[in-house]
């Protein structure tokens, strides 16, 4: 990018200047908290929204597509959205839905779930986003009658009738009110239209119902993905969002400077978007334009065709997301310079990046601007909001979560080898919807969350400069040696060394001696790579193609020479047969494979890691 060992400057953007505390106790933890507190903010999440309408009222709240691939985009401005949010609230209000019977909402995205989900907030009724591929790819609806028999809503959303219709009818209590998108019929069953409600006429009502919404008041309710039986429910209190959004501010402060502008895919029944971009946008008077497209080699003409319209100013995405928009980068310079030309920051989470995608970016950026964009990630969770660890400072390569943002307090505890991270603030979950048990669980005895993971420091004994992943705790295994593998960074580092020819992976070896993996492969860049010589092959015949395992065979041999020790050396190597069930929870609905799930429900291919004699078996 220049020349020399000093790297190019940074675009200006405002973020905190914190001040990091240490302190060491006697039974070995370690508390990391930031110094000074938050300056006031609301309570009641839809208070900035009623402000942004009166300062703002013509600007653009939420955008779509028509369609996905169509011109234009429709709108909803600031001001409409408290209209169609005062009107869509008395008819929650005058319909079964209530603080006990929140909404339900089966589909993904789109103006109509936005509006909805503000209108039952603005009026003290509880929402839950669920995913629609419980809907839509479930064969059984197990998950989905799992959380509806938790919530007993008292209405439910869906986009389409026809696409909905099983799970409606799967899931729907009877005395519950159905609203549909599009079609008013789903099997006979009442249904009313989504417009139809907008024609409400709002009450006094309204207005009594949103003096009633307090920090207490539970906001949304959203499911953790869950890896056997029924997903739980994480509930969303007004006052833990609003301290969210509170220390999204305080970090990033440049959002304060200009009304943010986002272009996001991601879907609102996960934290990441659902919680901290869909609410960060109308706590700072901005506007997002919901990208129907995906992180896949398909669904990013959508979003590189959305991203050329509309330059974002901060952005979101996976890291398979952005190894994507690299690849567009070299091809379509118009691209490269609409999307960096307002940017101030690019946060990435949900996976360890990939050192030539983080170069990628880096450099792209220079090209483009003469300097680099922020390039950030954090650690959070669904319980968490999911603000609670981030990073601002500049880094040489990925990985850096950060430090815990303010009014959070990181408690560190000796697990093994490894320090376990806990959490304590008001923008943590209350607990579970109706699962008292599984909330006592999650707390200890000081009211510190368990998050789960494992953290080590960024730099030794040194928390200003923030902290590593270290893999989830109950991941984490001991082989026959007696050596620990810390499952989440080897699983991290393994899929990126395989490039795109591995998905994701799941580690085993626990009471063997040796390290292995069973990989899933992407077929598409499994194709691509045998060229021709893939022509005509089923799934199974390309993954039984000699040149596909030798050249699997390769990357494994030069991982395993990376190897620190026993532990990191990855030597057996089995591709997982047959697409992961939904249903057995081998898969989460943000399309990642559940380590456990997995190796409880394909024993046999944990047999035929540790089987010399198995033609499946790739071994080094």
């Given at each position: 990018?220049?020349?020399g060992?000093?790297?190019?400057?940074?675009?200006?953007?405002?973020?905190?200047?914190?001040v990091?505390?240490?302190?060491?106790?006697?039974?070995?933890?370690?508390?990391?908290?930031?110094?000074?507190?938050?300056?006031?903010?609301?309570?009641?999440?839809?208070?900035k929204?009623?402000?942004?309408?009166?300062?703002?009222?013509?600007?653009?709240?939420f955008?779509q597509?028509?369609?996905?691939?169509?011109?234009?985009?429709?709108r909803?401005?600031y001001?409409?959205?408290?209209?169609?949010?005062?009107?869509?609230g008395?008819?929650?209000?005058?319909s079964?839905?209530?603080?006990e019977?929140?909404?339900?909402?089966?589909?993904?995205n789109?103006?109509?779930?936005a509006?909805l989900?503000?209108?039952?907030?603005?009026?003290?009724?509880?929402?839950?986003?669920i995913?629609?591929?419980?809907?839509?790819?479930?064969?059984?609806?197990?998950?989905?009658k799992?959380?509806?028999?938790?919530?007993?809503?008292?209405?439910?959303?869906?986009?389409?009738?026809?696409?909905?219709?099983?799970?409606i009818?799967a899931?729907?209590?009877?005395?519950?009110?159905?609203?549909?998108?599009?079609e008013?019929?789903?099997?006979?069953?009442?249904?009313?239209?989504f417009?139809?409600?907008?024609?409400?006429?709002?009450?006094?009502?309204?207005?009594?119902?949103?003096?009633?919404?307090g920090?207490?008041?539970?906001?949304?309710i959203?499911?953790t993905?869950?890896?056997?039986?029924?997903?739980?429910?994480?509930?969303q209190?007004?006052?833990?969002?609003?301290?969210?959004?509170?220390?999204v501010?305080?970090?990033y402060?440049f959002?304060?400077?200009?009304?943010?502008?986002?272009?996001?895919?991601?879907?609102?029944?996960?934290?990441?978007?659902?919680n901290?971009?869909f609410?960060?946008?109308?706590?700072?008077?901005?506007?997002y334009?919901?990208?129907?497209?995906?992180?896949?080699?398909?669904?990013?003409?959508e979003?590189?065709?959305?991203?050329?319209?509309?330059?974002?100013?901060?952005?979101?995405?996976?890291?398979?997301?952005?190894?994507?928009l690299?690849?567009r980068?070299?091809?379509?310079?118009?691209?490269?310079?609409?999307?960096?030309?307002?940017?101030?920051?690019?946060?990435?989470?949900?996976?360890g990046?990939?050192q030539?995608?983080?170069?990628a970016?880096?450099?792209?950026?220079?090209?483009?601007?003469?300097?680099?964009?922020?390039?950030?990630?954090g650690?959070?969770?669904?319980?968490?909001?999911?603000?609670?660890?981030?990073?601002?400072?500049?880094?040489p390569?990925?990985g850096?979560?950060?430090?815990?943002?303010?009014?959070?307090?990181?408690?560190?505890?000796?697990?093994?080898?490894?320090l376990?991270?806990?959490?304590?603030?008001?923008?943590?979950?209350?607990?579970?919807?109706?699962?008292?048990?599984?909330?006592?669980?999650?707390?200890?005895?000081?009211?510190?969350?368990r998050?789960g993971?494992?953290?080590?420091?960024?730099?030794?004994?040194?928390?200003?400069?923030?902290?590593?992943?270290?893999?989830?705790?109950?991941?984490?295994?001991?082989?026959?040696?007696?050596?620990?593998?810390?499952?989440?960074?080897?699983?991290?580092?393994?899929?990126?060394h395989f490039?795109?020819?591995?998905?994701?992976?799941?580690?085993?070896?626990?009471?063997?001696?040796?390290v292995?993996?069973?990989?899933?492969?992407?077929?598409?860049?499994?194709?691509?790579?045998?060229?021709?010589?893939?022509?005509?092959?089923?799934?199974?015949?390309?993954l039984?193609?000699?040149?596909?395992?030798?050249e699997?065979a390769?990357?494994?041999?030069?991982?395993?020479a990376?190897?620190?020790?026993?532990?990191?050396r990855?030597?057996?190597?089995?591709?997982?047969?047959?697409?992961?069930s939904?249903?057995?929870?081998e898969?989460?609905?943000?399309?990642?494979?559940?380590?456990r799930a997995?190796?409880?429900?394909?024993?046999?291919?944990?047999?035929?890691?540790?089987d010399?004699?198995d033609?499946?078996?790739?071994?080094?």
């Amino acid at each position: 990018m220049s020349g020399g060992n000093q790297a190019p400057p940074l675009r200006p953007s405002r973020v905190w200047e914190p001040v990091i505390r240490t302190e060491e106790r006697p039974d070995g933890c370690l508390v990391v908290t930031q110094d000074g507190e938050l300056p006031p903010y609301p309570s009641r999440m839809t208070e900035k929204l009623l402000q942004w309408a009166e300062k703002a009222p013509d600007r653009t709240l939420f955008a779509q597509r028509p369609a996905a691939g169509a011109p234009g985009w429709n709108r909803i401005s600031y001001g409409q959205m408290v209209a169609r949010m005062r009107a869509l609230g008395q008819a929650l209000l005058d319909s079964p839905a209530s603080a006990e019977r929140p909404v339900m909402i089966l589909s993904g995205n789109s103006l109509e779930h936005a509006t909805l989900a503000l209108a039952a907030m603005h009026v003290g009724i509880p929402y839950a986003p669920i995913s629609p591929a419980y809907s839509l790819m479930s064969e059984d609806f197990g998950k989905l009658k799992g959380i509806a028999g938790d919530l007993t809503p008292g209405l439910v959303f869906a986009s389409s009738g026809k696409a909905f219709a099983k799970a409606i009818a799967a899931v729907t209590p009877e005395d519950a009110l159905v609203v549909l998108g599009g079609e008013v019929e789903v099997d006979g069953r009442a249904s009313v239209s989504f417009g139809s409600l907008l024609e409400t006429v709002p009450t006094v009502a309204v207005e009594e119902a949103y003096e009633g919404v307090g920090a207490d008041t539970v906001a949304k309710i959203l499911f953790t993905s869950g890896s056997t039986g029924s997903p739980k429910g994480v509930i969303q209190s007004h006052g833990m969002l609003a301290a969210n959004q509170a220390m999204v501010a305080d970090c990033y402060r440049f959002l304060e400077d200009e009304p943010p502008v986002l272009v996001d895919w991601a879907p609102w029944n996960h934290t990441a978007s659902g919680n901290k971009v869909f609410n960060l946008t109308f706590w700072h008077g901005g506007s997002y334009y919901i990208d129907e497209g995906k992180p896949t080699p398909g669904g990013m003409d959508e979003t590189c065709r959305n991203l050329k319209e509309i330059s974002p100013t901060w952005y979101f995405n996976v890291p398979k997301g952005y190894e994507e928009l690299t690849r567009r980068f070299r091809e379509d310079a118009d691209l490269r310079r609409s999307f960096f030309r307002d940017l101030k920051m690019m946060m990435y989470a949900g996976a360890g990046m990939a050192q030539h995608t983080w170069d990628a970016l880096e450099a792209h950026a220079f090209e483009t601007l003469g300097h680099r964009v922020r390039l950030v990630s954090g650690l959070g969770s669904t319980e968490t909001g999911p603000f609670a660890i981030a990073g601002t400072d500049p880094q040489p390569q990925s990985g850096n979560i950060g430090i815990p943002a303010r009014e959070v307090t990181l408690k560190l505890v000796p697990s093994g080898d490894r320090l376990e991270a806990r959490l304590k603030s008001r923008s943590i979950t209350p607990g579970y919807w109706r699962k008292p048990e599984l909330t006592a669980e999650a707390f200890d005895e000081e009211g510190f969350y368990r998050l789960g993971d494992a953290l080590r420091f960024a730099e030794a004994g040194k928390a200003e400069k923030g902290f590593l992943f270290d893999g989830r705790v109950a991941e984490n295994f001991k082989l026959g040696t007696g050596t620990w593998v810390a499952v989440g960074p080897l699983r991290a580092a393994l899929v990126d060394h395989f490039g795109a020819l591995i998905r994701d992976a799941v580690i085993a070896g626990e009471e063997h001696d040796e390290v292995g993996a069973l990989g899933l492969a992407d077929m598409a860049e499994c194709r691509r790579l045998l060229g021709q010589a893939a022509d005509g092959l089923g799934d199974a015949e390309l993954l039984a193609h000699p040149a596909l395992r030798h050249e699997l065979a390769t990357r494994l041999s030069a991982f395993a020479a990376k190897a620190t020790g026993s532990a990191t050396r990855v030597v057996r190597l089995v591709l997982i047969d047959g697409a992961p069930s939904i249903d057995r929870g081998e898969v989460t609905d943000k399309g990642s494979l559940n380590q456990r799930a997995v190796l409880a429900n394909r024993k046999g291919l944990v047999a035929a890691l540790y089987d010399d004699a198995d033609p499946r078996l790739i071994r080094i």
